[in-house]
């Protein structure tokens, strides 16, 4: 028998209302509880995303290798998310979407305490790696349960609660992660993953739902295989662009193998009726424009965090705790547009907040090029305010954007989907902006990067970002109304 219950002000004062215990958890979910318990649980990612690439030049000088060398501990994280992450849909729907968001955040604190332990480069990136394959269960099953438990016409709002919590990781990541390598030792920035795990894990079992089991279909191992393995070679192959570690011939035989096995797969999955990855999602306009489109700008977006660093600490002098001091504010600016996105939205609509937007974004990715060792404290903190503001409007629109048009059985593998493709493009930033300032510093003759050899990459990122203007202005101009209750 299903359980009932009254609910407090019925329509009918003689007659009171009942609901299903389905019906009271998805209400529990409209509300601000579940995404924000979610979001609070991801912002042990983001504050260890944001922590490491301020500490990235203490580590080395601590391990005694060179700074560019350290983001191998980035991108190998984002190389083991977005190998692992077209399993998430399938586990989410197999044993529960709960169930798997709690086994990933244990996962990731025990892989955070491994990363603590690491005494060389290689230990913290085989720990990294096992973090990266946690975290690719963690933030697409966390939002799938969202997704599932909302209406369509609240989820940019409910997504706005979601990410404000784990928007705190860059706030306060930069100056604790300064302190910590300032003033203590580096391991600590990931033995304090380990308080927020366990907080995390009682709020996760307390407050939010069990979404209903969905029928998975028998796992697709060989298209996991071909887009695991081709992924991997291609996210390496970045790694290793321009940097004399592999020879050319070997770079080059990872970008091909990369590519044929992901050209396979695309003729695996037209053949494969449940191929782990569905690619027909991106006949859809607007998914195609926030995951194809928005990865323009997604690239920037894994790049200026590690970029930042090396300006100011390597190339400016400051110490991590004064760079983090700085840099926090992007994070802060980024918070304040969280709770103004939804009227914005509803003001103008996903396509022209896209477009003008976007060259707004992409012209303060510009704009840190022009950061000097001279240059105010004062002026690089607006200009990182402001910048965060504008960057943290577009990827809010993105995200929405992203569902608009998907039916909730093709849910999990949209958000499967988005969600590897935002791993795959932060790694593929982080790898071009490190391929950059190594080739600027080589073009200058020098031996280290200095402003001068860093200050260009800012300026090929930023000019990337414009490209996605081509998939935003082909968007109608409705698209995406049902989200934001303009229709």
């Given amino acids: 028998m299903t359980e009932v219950t009254a609910i407090d002000t019925p329509a009918d004062p003689d007659k009171p209302v009942v609901a299903t215990a389905e019906e009271r958890a998805a209400a529990l979910s409209r509300g601000w509880i579940v995404p924000a318990v979610i979001g609070s649980a991801l912002m042990m990612q983001t504050l260890n995303a944001t922590v490491l690439s301020n500490a990235l030049p203490a580590m080395a000088r601590d391990m005694g290798e ?14 083991a998310a977005a190998v692992f992450l ?61 997704l599932r438990t909302t209406p369509k016409n609240e989820l940019v709002g409910a997504m706005s609660v979601l990410t404000m919590p784990a928007l705190l990781g860059p706030v306060i990541g930069p100056p604790v992660g300064g302190f910590i390598v300032t003033f203590w030792d580096w391991p600590w920035i ?30 697709d191992w060989r298209g996991m295989l071909l887009t695991g393995v081709g992924l991997a070679c291609v996210i390496f192959g970045f790694e290793n662009l321009g940097r004399d570690i592999l020879p050319a011939p070997a770079v080059a035989g990872l970008f091909f193998g990369g590519l044929a096995m ?25 998914f195609q424009a926030a995951v194809i489109g928005g990865a323009f700008m997604r690239i920037a977006m894994g790049a200026t965090p ?33 709770t103004t996105a939804p009227p914005i939205l509803r003001r103008f609509g996903f396509r022209r907040v896209l477009i003008v937007n976007a060259v707004i974004t992409g012209g ?124």
């Fill in 66 to 79: 060179d700074p560019l060398r350290l983001n191998l501990a980035i991108t190998m994280y984002l190389l």
């Fill in 86 to 146: 077209p399993i998430s849909g399938w586990a989410a729907d197999k044993f529960g979407a709960k169930r798997i968001f709690v086994l990933a955040m244990a996962l990731y604190a025990l892989s955070s305490a491994l990363c603590g332990f690491a005494d060389s480069l290689m230990e913290l990136v085989g720990a990294r790696l096992l973090q990266g394959a946690a975290g690719a269960m963690m933030a697409p099953v966390g939002r799938l349960v969202l």
């Fill in 190 to 219: 990931f033995f304090m993953n380990l308080p927020i795990a366990a907080v995390g894990l009682l709020l996760v079992l307390r407050f939010v739902p069990n979404v209903a089991l969905q029928d998975a279909k028998r796992l």
């Fill in 262 to 286: 992901l050209w396979l797969y695309a003729w695996h999955a037209r053949r494969t009726p449940h191929a782990i990855l569905d690619l027909s999602l991106f006949r859809l306009n607007t």
């Fill in 306 to 338: 590690f970029m930042l660093a090396m300006l100011l600490q390597v190339a400016f002098g400051m110490t991590a705790l004064a760079a983090g001091l700085l840099t926090f504010v992007g994070a802060a600016g980024a918070l304040i547009m969280k």
């Fill in 364 to 487: 303060f990715f510009l704009a840190y090029a022009l950061f000097r060792a001279d240059t105010p404290h004062w002026v690089i903190m607006l200009v990182l305010l402001a910048g965060g503001f504008f960057r943290s409007l577009q990827f809010t629109s993105l995200n929405g954007l992203a569902y608009a048009e998907i039916e909730q059985d093709r849910m999990s593998r949209a958000s499967t989907m988005s969600a590897m493709a935002q791993q795959l493009i932060q790694s593929v930033g982080i790898g071009l902006a490190a391929t950059l300032i190594h080739a600027f510093t080589q073009m200058a003759g020098q031996d280290q990067m200095t402003a001068a050899t860093i200050s260009p990459a800012f300026l090929v990122i930023g000019a990337i970002t414009f490209i996605s203007l081509i998939f935003y202005v082909r968007l109608p101009s409705n698209a995406g109304d049902e989200m934001n209750s303009r229709s």
